[in-house]
């Protein structure tokens, strides 16, 4: 056995269908296409949503709710999050809760959540604050600032 006693499996090799190419090759004439109709010419076909005139099911299913363009994406952290990553006397911003991969992805503003306990004393300084995380960081020690 060698290199040029190799051959592909019968079967996976198919000959192109060639058309247009005479009527002995059984594909001449209109070359499978049939006889005139909108599907017999170049470029002919319907589109995949048209339904025959029926009007589309697109246009038939109700339209329901809006897209509100103004709406703020708000990306919430909460302080047992902040308990758990940073170290004390750490200044927390938009840059290290990147860093740690606390916050991910796009986002317009950062809230932090007051959910669990906080001990060591932060800096904290992002877009918004629930009361209860305000007054767990000042009662630890740390400042909480808006940006």
Known sequence: MDLSDLKPPKGAHKKRKRVGRGPGSGWGKTSGRGEKGQNARSGGRVHPKFEGGQTPLSRRLPKVGFTNIHAKTVVSV????????????????????RAKGLVKGACDQIKILGAGELTKSLTVSVNRFSSTAREKIESAGGTAEDV
């Open 78 to 97: 909460n302080v047992r999050d902040l308990e758990r990553v940073f170290e004390a006397g750490d200044r927390v911003d938009e840059e290290s809760l």
